[in-house]
């Protein structure tokens, strides 16, 4: 049976983003039969524009399009600047959101969460990327976890050091496989996995 597989990306560009950091984070909560890939190929995407979005598109562009459209389902961590989505991020959703409506993120499960070294946890930044994902067409899930002040909110195992916020984490998670496997036609097999694993 093959793994449920969920598309990791980071908003941040910066080799020791801690939006990364987040998803790695993430990484190691999932249960057993569920893998999370980190994309980390955004910087090589040409600014959208139109003229470009013709047929063969260019080469990342349709790598990032190819690699949504496989995945069972989407965990985007963003950061915040000047209080509204990255630029690489935004630019990313504007490509795999074409074709409408028939794009790689149409009906595809999506879980959004954000890091930045302020103490808001980059809440604006969330809510600007899930509302350009649900116009996009994505399903996405409504559960919200800022990290603030990202700098010191990691262990050196690499695990969220506020309990709350890990709890947070892992229900999101736990919201995103289930919707995820569900979409995949493999719901009822997830939630025997999780009973036997809780037993």
């Known amino acids: 049976m093959p793994p449920i597989r969920i598309l990791g990306i980071s908003g941040s560009l910066r080799r020791g983003s801690h939006n990364t950091s987040l998803l790695r984070a993430a990484a190691r ?8 890939e980190i994309y980390d190929r ?5 600014h ?8 063969p598109v260019p080469e990342p ?4 399009r190819t690699a949504i459209a496989s995945a069972d389902g989407l965990l985007i961590a ?42 808001f946890g980059a809440v604006w930044a969330q809510a600007e990327v899930r509302k350009a ?18 700098h010191g909110a990691f262990t050196e195992q690499g695990q969220l050091g506020d309990p709350e916020l890990q709890s947070a984490l892992e229900e999101l998670l ?26």
């Open 29 to 36: 909560l999932l249960p057993p039969g569920v893998e999370l």
């Open 42 to 46: 955004l910087g090589a995407l040409p």
């Open 48 to 55: 959208y524009n139109e003229d470009l979005d013709v047929d």
């Open 61 to 64: 562009a349709a790598d990032l």
């Open 78 to 119: 963003t950061p915040e600047y000047n209080g509204s989505v990255p630029g690489a991020l935004k630019n990313a959703i504007d490509w795999a959101s074409r074709p409408f409506p028939d794009n790689a993120l149409a009906h595809k499960p999506v879980a959004v969460m954000g890091a930045s070294t302020g103490i």
């Open 133 to 150: 994902l649900k116009t996009a067409g994505a399903d996405v899930l409504e559960n919200e976890v800022p990290i603030g002040q990202a």
């Open 174 to 199: 736990e919201a995103l496989v289930s919707r995820a496997a569900a979409s995949a036609g493999r719901g009822a097999l997830m939630e025997e996995s999780t009973a036997g694993n809780a037993a």
